[in-house]
């Protein structure tokens, strides 16, 4: 049990950033591994959230200068950009809910969805022009909506976001910042509203050991996930960001079949 959590936590911060979908990579390890499935569907979910929950705050981490510096300059047109982002994320979100839940075991599915990201990373390849420039609403707008997509599995979040971005003509920092910040009140968003489901199960189902091992979890899941949003900078920087699709080509052919 413990090497499972831990194993899904390192998948978990490691692809939560990197534009792989992370969500798709522990649907395709969770059929792996028998000792998640003998779980409640509601401990798996606080599994879930809690995991989501410690990359959130590598995130916060990783962009705090950032944040801290928007607050200080009081950049209302920044955070007015993020939230407006938000909103069509969350519409899609609460819309495609019942959708993923009935998807999330559907191995085909997830490997059509991951065939969809590697396309889009691949499309990226065709970018011309560099504007150095943020985002304005209507490409917030735009970048909510593809962020509103990636909560099917098998559809990454930052690959999308990014993506979307970067043939906008946004340069290739600027993406990776606004679609990261952009997340962490998407994805409070969502751990909050699947805590509300966690409400209603037995509490004792968590032993003391279960807890710890949870917890070890998620410091594997932060970790690694502070270190691969480092990873996933050097790659924007190197221009490399569209051969993440020859990945996500082999991982759905390998989803498919297993």
Same mark, same amino acid.
């Given at each position: ?24 990579? $522990?649907?395709?390890?969770? #059929? ?55 909103? %069509?994320?969350?519409?899609?979100? $609460? ?29 990226? #390849? ?7 420039? #943020? %985002? ?16 099917? %599995? ?41 805590? #509300? ?10 032993? %003391? ?50």
């Amino acid at each position: 049990m413990i090497y499972q959590i831990l194993i899904l936590g390192i998948i978990q911060g490691v692809t939560e950033f990197l534009p792989v979908s992370s969500d798709g990579h $522990l649907a395709f390890l969770e #059929r792996l591994m028998p000792g998640i499935t003998e779980f409640s569907c509601e401990m798996k979910l606080f599994i879930n959230v809690s995991l989501h929950f410690a990359t959130l705050l590598a995130v916060i981490l990783f962009f705090r200068n950032k944040l801290i510096a928007i607050i200080k300059e009081r950049d209302y047109l920044y955070i007015l950009l993020v939230l407006f982002a938000c909103i %069509p994320t969350g519409i899609i979100g $609460l819309a495609l809910k019942n959708y993923v839940e009935e998807k999330m075991n559907d191995k085909m599915m997830i490997s059509l969805f991951f065939c969809i990201t590697g396309l889009v990373l691949y499309i990226t #390849r065709i970018r011309q022009t560099i504007l150095k420039r #943020r %985002p304005n609403y209507f490409i917030a707008f735009i970048a909510g909506i593809f962020q509103g997509i990636a909560v099917l %599995p098998g559809i990454s979040r930052s690959a999308m976001t990014i993506s979307c971005l970067l043939l906008f003509g946004i340069n290739e920092k600027e993406a990776g910042d606004f679609s990261f910040i952009m997340s962490i009140p998407a994805v409070s968003g969502a751990v909050l509203v699947e805590s #509300r489901y966690i409400l209603s199960w037995n509490p004792f189902e968590v032993t %003391p050991f279960l807890g710890l091992t949870i917890f070890a979890g998620m410091v594997v899941a932060f970790i690694s996930g502070f270190f691969s949003l480092k990873f996933l900078y050097r790659i924007l920087e190197d221009k490399i960001w569209y051969k993440f699709s020859y990945y996500l080509f082999i991982i759905a052919a390998i989803n498919a079949i297993v």
